[in-house]
């Protein structure tokens, strides 16, 4: 019994282990590979924050860049605060896992890729620093 538990521990030894993509890179390859660079979707924040920032914003995309934002051409100093790019807000994600939060919701479109609802929370100790972003209505133009 101990020869074959010692050759089962020693199996083990050349094996090398893989670390997981977390779900924001695997979903950021998966979008890649779409290629999708015309789309539209609404984008909301959950946070504790004004309600001009938290939104719904319709924000449509042409060429992989924001164009409007609402109907109206997209400008970052605007009181809504910056809009993000479905690849933008994958990396804004994937920021906010690597802060190794106390908590998290992750759930991503299967075809796609994009986000459809996260949420952090940073400190469970702390009120008020969670946030969390949904996008719905999303559709490739």
Not at 66 to 91: H, K
Request: glycine residues 4%; neutral net charge; hydrophobic residues 40%.
């Amino acid at each position: 019994m101990k020869k074959l538990l010692f050759l089962f521990c020693l199996s083990f030894l050349g094996c090398k282990t893989v670390e997981p993509l977390d779900d924001a890179t695997a979903n950021l390859n998966l979008w890649n590979e779409k290629k999708i660079v015309n789309y539209s979707f609404s984008f909301k924040r959950v946070c504790f924050c004004p309600l001009e920032y938290v939104g719904p914003h319709q924000i449509v995309v042409q060429n992989g860049k924001i164009s409007t934002v609402n109907g109206a051409p997209y400008n970052a100093a605007e009181r809504y605060g910056v809009m993000y790019t479905i690849p933008e807000l994958l990396q804004v994600i994937k920021a906010n896992i690597d802060k190794n939060p106390a908590k998290k919701v992750l759930n991503f479109n299967a075809t796609y890729g994009y986000p459809t609802n996260v949420f952090f929370d940073f400190s469970e100790m702390m009120a008020d620093e969670e946030i969390g972003y949904e996008v719905t209505n999303f559709k490739i133009n």
